[in-house]
């Protein structure tokens, strides 16, 4: 892993500490691209990590600051998603599947970031989840299920037939319009599902709430 922190695009967490880890694919035409991008003063977005396509993980930004990778959104109620995470853009175009070294240096990262902070598997989520109708990444083609496998993500599975609603917000997907929050659901846990909300989508769903970290009140100034 590179020690150096060569973007410019951070600040203070504001009181804060990482709770999450948000994954990000780049959706650029390749790593020097997006590398220059993060760390360009003018486009005022970074990611604390960037995953090359061979799989070595660069450190962009020192992970007890802030950087501007999440943007608008919230997850489990609680918003200023920058200042609560871990941002990690995986160099991907979004159209192609991520390579097996790739993978392999994202779990090995995942692990050392999961340590270093003590977040567990159910707080390492996509910014489609956090931002729902407005970032689809890391996108369908994502191998999710192996992170799950690993012990690094929550796995998708089937539980009761309940309804979708309260499983989407034990889950902690934002209060935003229902078709939106089940394109995000599905985007993660049942990627190529279409139409309307079924039985297959309620089960997955409770299955997943009821391996969710527990909410806990947001206190606010």
């Not at 083609?141 to 034990?170: I, N, V």
């Amino acid at each position: 892993m590179s020690e150096g922190f060569p973007s410019p695009n951070h600040g203070d967490r504001r009181g804060q500490r990482p709770e999450l880890v948000v994954l990000h694919y780049t959706g650029m035409a390749d790593t020097a691209e997006a590398r220059a991008r993060l760390c360009d003063p003018l486009a005022e977005v970074s990611a604390h990590w960037l995953v090359h396509e061979d799989g070595r993980a660069e450190a962009l930004v020192p992970e007890d600051r802030r950087a501007w990778h999440a943007g608008a959104g919230s997850w489990q109620g609680r918003d200023d998603v920058n200042s609560r995470s871990i941002g990690i853009e995986i160099a991907n175009p979004g159209d192609r599947p991520f390579p097996l070294r790739q993978m392999d240096g994202l779990a090995c990262l995942l692990r050392q970031v999961m340590a270093r902070w003590q977040i567990g598997p159910g707080s390492v989520i996509g910014h489609s989840d956090m931002a729902p109708g407005r970032k689809i990444d890391p996108g369908p083609r994502f191998d999710w299920t192996r992170l799950a496998h690993e012990g690094l993500a929550l796995p998708a599975g089937q539980g009761f037939d309940l309804p979708l609603a309260p499983s989407l917000d034990r889950i902690g997907y934002p209060q935003v319009d229902q078709d939106i929050r089940l394109a995000a659901f599905r985007l993660r846990f049942r990627p190529w599902a279409q139409g309307p909300q079924d039985e297959a989508d309620r089960r997955c769903a409770a299955f997943v709430a009821a391996s969710a970290p527990a909410q806990h009140p947001v206190v606010r100034a």
